[in-house]
């Protein structure tokens, strides 16, 4: 009698750890992520702007007092044998062109 309850209980301790091995190697499907793509139209995803910062000393008559500009550009003038910079400035949404005396910027 002894004999057959330590077979069975044998019996049913094989029995679990070889359903707790299946359970543990079985390979589970991997859960499908279906996510909807914007409706962005291509420009707007590939407009990215990028814009530098500027010190302007204060210099009559246009610049009283001394700013910062953030400007997407730049260009370089020479007239009247003075030199000048014409930033393409950012300002909200928009963007202004913006004269500048050469003497007065100082970048970092």
């Keep these: 009698m002894k ?18 091995a299946y359970l543990v190697f079985k390979k589970f499907p991997e859960p499908v992520s279906i996510t909807a793509q914007p409706n962005y139209p291509k420009e707007v995803e590939d407009k990215k702007e ?5 010190r302007i000393l204060p210099h009559p008559p246009d610049f ?3 700013k ?23 300002i909200g949404n928009g963007q202004k ?12």
Excluded at 68 to 90: D, P
Excluded at 100 to 108: C, G, H, L, T, Y
Aim: charged letters at 20%; proline letters at 0%.
């Design 3 to 20: 004999q057959q309850i330590i077979l069975i209980l044998f019996g049913i301790s094989v029995f679990c750890n070889l359903l707790f």
């Design 97 to 108: 062109e913006t004269k500048v005396d050469a003497e007065a910027v100082r970048w970092f």
């Design 50 to 54: 990028f814009f530098s910062v500027v």
């Design 64 to 66: 009283l007092e001394g």
């Design 68 to 90: 910062s500009l953030r400007f997407l550009s730049y260009t370089t003038q020479k007239e009247n044998g003075r030199k000048w910079i014409l930033f393409q400035e950012k």
